[in-house]
């Protein structure tokens, strides 16, 4: 699986729009873009995952660059509660393949 | 409220003592998960059960012994552990089994070895 790298901690006030990058130049035709998060001491949590197109869901919204080789999850309005590590992860959506977690990136929404 | 449950949620133990962790899901999934998160580390996978046969063992010590007796529970047996072994254990579940990154976690189990 292709790796990712994001910016180690980022911040964002309350209200604005939080967005958050990934690169994943080394990206091939047929993986996935997955991003989740993990407020402290709890579980990760699934956000969204996308192949080509821009996707939306109650959450976020996933932005891919046509090249595919980078990525930005954006969360409109950001809340205190949205204060977490989040995880951007490159997945082969067939075979055994385990998710696998890098270091991702502290967002920590200021009041 | 993800439908994993771990339990117990916090655990101290000497590093004689035998104790297990226990995760199930309500989900109807294929596939469980353990993974191990130490203290500003990123999440290891452990093991990987699908339709209960153990699909990945990533390396880990004896010491960790998994379980899966059907697919709604997933047992993480645990003997002669290290304190380095102290850390956040996590259970996930996934539908259809490991052709998915969509992953449900349960909160955790919470290690502490004396």
């Known amino acids: 699986d292709a790796k990712t790298t994001q910016p180690t901690s980022m911040d964002c006030a309350e209200g604005r729009a939080a967005n958050l990058p990934c690169n994943h130049s080394t990206i091939s035709g047929n993986e996935y873009v997955y991003w989740y998060r993990q407020i402290h001491s709890q579980g990760p949590q699934y956000i969204i995952h996308?192949?080509?197109n821009n996707e939306t869901n109650e959450m976020a919204s996933l932005i891919i660059t046509e090249d595919r080789k980078s990525s930005t999850l954006i969360l409109p309005h950001a809340t205190l509660r949205d204060t977490a590590v989040y995880y951007c992860?490159?997945?082969?959506?067939?075979?055994?393949?385990?998710?696998?977690f890098g270091s991702g990136t502290r967002l920590q929404v200021q009041p | 409220e993800t439908g994993v449950t771990q339990t117990p949620r916090h655990l101290v133990m000497g590093m004689t003592n035998k104790k297990s962790l226990k995760c199930e899901q309500h989900?109807?999934?294929?596939?469980m998960y353990w993974y191990k998160q130490s203290a500003k580390k990123p999440l290891e996978l452990m093991f990987v059960?699908?339709?209960?046969?153990?699909?990945e063992n990533n390396s880990v010590p004896s010491r960790f012994s998994p379980e899966c007796p059907n697919s709604s529970h997933l047992f993480l047996h645990l003997h002669t552990l290290q304190p380095e072994d102290s850390a956040l254990y996590l259970c996930?579940?996934?539908?259809?089994?490991?052709?998915?990154?969509?992953?449900?976690f349960g909160e955790g189990s919470r290690l502490t070895v004396l």
């Open positions: 996308g192949l080509k």
């Open positions: 996930a579940s996934s539908p259809r089994g490991e052709d998915t990154g969509e992953l449900f």
């Open positions: 989900l109807g999934h294929n596939a």
């Open positions: 059960y699908n339709f209960k046969e153990q699909t």
């Open positions: 992860i490159v997945r082969l959506n067939t075979g055994r393949r385990a998710l696998t």
